[in-house]
């Protein structure tokens, strides 16, 4: 089974920096991809950047330049570092993986519980 912890959400205000994690854990899978997306709500979860197991990235424009996604494959975990936070930007920010589960020898797609980022002055 793969569970997910996010962390570091919170409130900043305008120019500002936060941290996002996730941790996956679990076992009898192997992570490839994982990702960031964001939702605010009445919107569609839009995806904020991507990272391969390789250390491949790709960033959505609006975030471009000011975030950058990393991992650590060793502790299953990823992060997101965002900066120069803007009014725009506030969204319940979402883990994604995907993931080969040796179990059911099939590939899953798994998302975490979301963690809130709130720009205010």
């Known amino acids: 089974q793969v569970q997910f912890v996010e962390s570091g959400g919170g409130s900043v205000q305008p120019g500002g920096s936060l941290r996002l994690s996730c941790v996956v854990s679990?076992?009898?899978?192997?992570?490839?991809?994982m990702a960031w997306y964001r939702q605010t709500p009445g919107k569609q979860r839009e995806l904020v950047a991507p990272?391969?197991?390789?250390?491949?990235?790709d960033y959505a424009d609006f975030v471009r330049g000011r975030f950058s996604i990393s991992r650590d494959n060793a502790n299953k975990t990823a992060y997101l570092q965002m900066r120069n936070l803007k009014s725009d930007d506030p969204a319940g920010y979402y883990c994604?993986?995907?993931?080969?589960?040796?179990?059911?020898?099939?590939?899953?797609?798994?998302w975490g519980q979301g963690t809130q980022v709130t720009v205010s002055s």
């Open positions: 990272i391969t197991n390789g250390g491949q990235t």
């Open positions: 679990g076992s009898g899978f192997s992570i490839y991809t």
């Open positions: 994604h993986c995907n993931v080969f589960s040796s179990y059911r020898d099939k590939w899953d797609s798994h």
